[in-house]
């Protein structure tokens, strides 16, 4: 069974997106059988082009992605969801809609603040050193939680580790 993990950032142009292509990017190489998606709650409509960069230097496709508002994880057919993941300060104290989880029950919601390397000084050379090292810090997260045996977790137990990954 998929373990299905929403990744949300205010406008999903950015942390968001950098967060489900590694994520991606990492299941597939190490096999594992976790799909992440993103979102935002006011989507800019658009990628941050130094995001994409960050993730083509990687080896990531980019190809399908896009800014999408979180309400398309709430709706009817929508993927059932392991794993709510909140990736800026913004996006952690909103209210978010009801997510129908794996099971028919509610995912677990953790926060993973990183910097908005949007904000990063030094022009352009500037903000593509700090979406690397923001592309590179989310990474090292997402391979820990891909060590987690997510399958066989129980809520209590994979909230807990969640948690102690966001704080490492």
Known sequence: MTIHVLILCTHNSAR???SEGMLNHLAQRLGKDVRAHSAGSAPSGRLNP?????LQNAGVDTQHYRSKRWDEFSREGAPPLSIVITVCDS???ESC????GAAGGQPVKVHWGYPDPSNAEGGDEGKRRAFELT???IAYR???????????MD??????SLQ???QS
Do not use: K, T
Request: net charge positive; hydrophobic share 65%; no cysteine.
């Open 16 to 18: 968001s997106v950098l």
């Open 50 to 54: 130094f995001a994409l960069q960050a």
């Open 91 to 93: 996006a952690a104290a």
């Open 97 to 100: 809609p009801v997510w129908v």
């Open 135 to 137: 592309r590179q810090a």
């Open 142 to 152: 997402m391979l820990q939680l891909l060590q987690l045996p997510l399958a066989q």
């Open 155 to 160: 809520r209590p137990s994979l909230q807990a």
């Open 164 to 166: 102690a990954i966001g």
